[in-house]
């Protein structure tokens, strides 16, 4: 299975089963599509056998070559050269592939039974009113609360002792606002340090913020000990202020923006001693900024190197949710931002988009391709009274707590849902999907929250994720060709 399509001067070809790129010109472009057009209507188990054969039947190739060769006005052995061409790249298994992976998808998934990383929800509460916040205005519907150092140390000492081997461990101070419990922050991260001497352990810290609390003691801390900040802006101050505003109503655009500029100044100095340069503005565009380009590309112009900005996944009902007659005016946006990122790499004027960063030579390794996000198995949320449930974005859901951090996992029956039932190939959907090796079965929790069942896939997402990883391919193919030039 293959999918083609083209984008700013470039054919590109993915094979979806091995989830290699080809950037080839209009002939060859053309080539493939009329050998896929045959293939595809071919019955039989093996897409690479069905392939081989009609690339090597001498009638089908002389055919094809004579049609294309008075298109193109070039020679039928031109043609036949690019025949040739994709007979090698299929008996390598990187053009019209079987897929190897279905059958071990299952074994691959337990690789994720050793935990990771848990996101700490040191407040539930925050000092903004967020119109589209999914933790319930910061303090999940009603469950509010702050998160002593004894429960952070015992959530600590719980991913340790279910670490395994794993060296290296994750923390994200979430919230609500986790500044509001800054003191307890840094003391849980001095106690990382501690266990990291005692355990052969590292801990990367990771802090979200709405920057409202930003500070020289936070920008300094942060530097010396966090290996990420995330915060939290929408772009335009418009856009930002319209659903990112404090409880009384006033916008935070202004509150926020010197904060930002200043821990991003610091964190970016290449003169200063600090645990790690990373960042990224975190943002969510709704039916108000249908435009959102227009958004991510005002933070590159503020000086924000490191962007972001998710749709949001919300109530249809609601006035701000984004619907389904949306995606053609969404495509368009995705498109115009990876033209503009294109033109200003260009020019020396670069910038980072999440989405669009893929690795056409590395990237994830294939487990976790296959086995998707290591939600409740890999990775669990802790709430400031120690439950445990699969993921912060199911923090709040009585029916998804899965235990807690002094006793354990206490619903194994939960887990089970989600170690044994959540990868790549659970998802009917995703088995056909040409992008599936890029998306690794999306997002479980968007999947249930719009369909109650983690298997269902959100449709509205997987066609935002399609149009992401064309854009991110054709910048990632442009790239690689400015660089081999």
Same mark, same amino acid.
């Given at each position: ?271 200063? +001693? ?5 960042? /990224?503005?975190?943002? %969510?565009?709704?039916?108000?900024? &249908?435009? !959102? *380009? ?104 009585? +029916? ?5 951090? /002094?006793?354990?996992? %206490?619903?194994?029956?939960?887990? &089970?849902? !989600? *170690? ?66």
């Amino acid at each position: 299975m293959i999918h083609q399509f083209k984008f700013n001067g470039f054919n590109i070809v993915v094979d979806a089963n091995s989830a290699s790129v080809h950037s080839v010109d209009d002939a060859a472009y053309d080539v493939i599509s009329r050998c896929d057009e045959l293939i595809m209507s071919h019955p039989g188990n093996s897409l690479k056998k069905r392939a081989l054969e009609i690339l090597g039947d001498p009638a089908f190739r002389n055919d094809l070559a004579a049609e294309l060769s008075a298109v193109y006005e070039i020679p039928q052995s031109d043609l036949s050269e690019v025949m040739d061409d994709l007979i090698e790249l299929c008996s390598e298994g990187l053009i019209w592939s079987d897929d190897p992976y279905e059958e071990a998808a299952g074994d691959l998934k337990l690789k994720q039974s050793v935990l990771k990383a848990i996101c700490l929800h040191v407040a539930h509460g925050c000092n903004m009113d967020c119109e589209y916040c999914f933790a319930g205005k910061g303090d999940y519907s009603g469950k509010s609360g702050i998160m002593s150092l004894e429960t952070g140390k015992k959530a600590l000492d719980y991913l340790v002792a279910n670490s395994g081997n794993r060296k290296h461990l994750e923390v994200d101070f979430f919230g609500g606002e986790p500044l509001l419990n800054w003191d307890v922050c840094k003391k849980l991260v001095e106690y990382g340090r501690e266990l990291e001497k005692t355990h052969n352990k590292i801990f990367n810290f990771t802090l979200t913020t709405n920057g409202v609390l930003i500070d020289e003691d936070v920008i300094d801390f942060t530097d010396r000990e966090m290996g990420n900040v995330v915060l939290s802006m929408d772009g335009r101050r418009e856009t930002h202020d319209r659903m990112r505003h404090t409880k009384s109503g006033d916008g935070t655009y202004d509150r926020i923006m010197d904060n930002f500029k200043a821990l991003v100044r610091s964190r970016t100095d290449d003169t200063k +001693d600090h645990r790690s340069s990373e960042y /990224y503005m975190r943002g %969510t565009y709704t039916a108000y900024n &249908k435009d !959102f *380009s227009r958004d991510v590309i005002a933070m590159a112009d503020l000086g924000f190197r490191e962007t972001s900005i998710e749709p949001v996944v919300s109530s249809p009902d609601v006035p701000y949710a984004l619907h389904e007659e949306d995606l053609p005016q969404l495509f368009d946006e995705y498109e115009k931002l990876a033209l503009e990122m294109y033109d200003r790499r260009k020019r020396g004027e670069g910038f980072n988009f999440y989405h669009y960063t893929v690795n056409l030579t590395g990237g994830p390794c294939i487990y976790k391709r296959v086995a998707g996000c290591g939600v409740a198995t890999e990775y669990l949320a802790v709430t400031p009274t120690g439950d445990l449930y699969p993921c912060h974005q199911f923090v709040g859901d009585d +029916d998804m707590i899965v235990g807690n951090i /002094y006793e354990g996992i %206490t619903h194994p029956e939960t887990v &089970k849902i !989600f *170690s044994a039932g959540n990868n790549l190939y659970t998802r009917d959907e995703c088995r056909g999907c040409w992008a599936k090796l890029y998306c690794a079965g999306g997002c479980a929790a968007n999947n249930y929250h719009s369909n109650g069942d983690i298997n269902k896939v959100y449709k509205f997402g997987c066609e935002l994720q399609r149009k992401r990883i064309e854009c991110a391919l054709m910048l990632a193919v442009s790239g690689s060709e400015e660089r081999s030039e």
